[in-house]
């Protein structure tokens, strides 16, 4: 099974930065959309943004702006640069992937990371 890996998550204060990454294990040939959604407390899941591997990408229209989500190339890995963040970013950030083709064979369904926490607070 291909595994998701987030990191970069943490604690930081109001208008600060951080920025946010994840690679998919193994034998990786080309993943075709890479993501991220977050979870805040007592919230649903929501998506935040996407980048194929084309290079286009959608963002909550909230979030345009303050994040950026970029990828180094087919296979990923995939990165969110976060600025200017603000207590109600506060949450679990999962990474998102769609269309693996690995050495394991092809993954055509939706694939979740185990999160990382991002705590926005002063």
């Known amino acids: 099974q291909v595994q998701l890996m987030e990191s970069g998550g943490g604690l930081v204060q109001p208008g600060g930065s951080l920025r946010l990454s994840c690679a998919a294990s193994?034998?990786?040939?080309?993943?075709?959309?890479m993501g991220w959604y977050r979870q805040a407390p007592g919230k649903e899941r929501e998506l935040v943004a996407t980048?194929?591997?084309?290079?286009?990408?959608k963002y909550a229209h909230y979030l345009r702006g303050r994040f950026t989500i970029s990828r180094d190339d087919a296979k990923g890995p995939v990165y969110l640069q976060m600025n200017s963040l603000k207590p109600e970013d506060t949450a679990v950030y999962y990474c998102?992937?769609?269309?693996?083709?690995?050495?394991?064979?092809?993954?055509?369904?939706?694939?979740w990371g185990k999160g990382t926490l991002v705590t926005v607070s002063s």
């Open positions: 998102y992937a769609r269309g693996i083709n690995s050495g394991r064979g092809y993954y055509g369904m939706d694939n």
């Open positions: 193994g034998i990786i040939f080309s993943i075709n959309t």
């Open positions: 980048i194929t591997s084309g290079g286009s990408t």
